[in-house]
C-alpha cells in the first residue's frame, strides 16, 4: 500500500449536517476536493492560475465509499497520495476522525487535464508531482 503524501485537518460544521445528525454525504466531496487543492498550493500550483494557462485539472471518475459518519463539530484528517495511469491521475483519499482514527470515507478520484479543452498531459501537474510519482 503507498504512503499518505498529504494530510489536512479540517472540522465539521453544524450546517453540514442532515436531520439525522451525520454529515451530509455529498459534503465528503467538498472535504476531499478542498485537500486536493491545499495538496496543489504545497505544490507550488494554483488552481486558477492553472485555469488562467487555459490547464484545467476535471474530475473524470469517483469510487466513493462511505464508513463511519461523522457528526457536527468532529474533527478529522483528509489524507491523500496519487498514482498516474497515462493521462490520468487518480488521488486515494480517506478521511479519519481525530478522536479514534476510525476510517469515515475513502473515495478514489480519477482526474484529467483539458488543455485549451482538449483532453492532453499537462508538464505542470506532471512537473509538480514527479516527486509523488517515482515508484
Known sequence: MKKYIFETQMEVRDYECDIEGIVNNANYLHYAEHTRHLFLKACGLSFADM??????????????EYKVPLRCDDEFIS??????????????????RAS??????????????LVNGRLAQSEDYDRAFASYLKP
Not at 489524507?79 to 479519519?96: A, N, S
Not at 482514527?101 to 478514489?108: I, K, V
Request: charged share 25%; aromatic share 10%.
Open 79 to 96: 489524507r491523500l497520495w496519487l498514482e498516474k495511469q497515462g493521462v490520468k491521475y487518480i488521488f486515494h483519499q480517506d478521511i479519519f
Open 100 to 113: 479514534d482514527e476510525a476510517l469515515c470515507f475513502r473515495g478514489h478520484i480519477l482526474i484529467v487535464c
Open 51 to 64: 485555469h488562467a494557462k487555459g490547464v484545467d485539472a476535471v474530475v473524470a471518475r469517483m469510487q466513493l
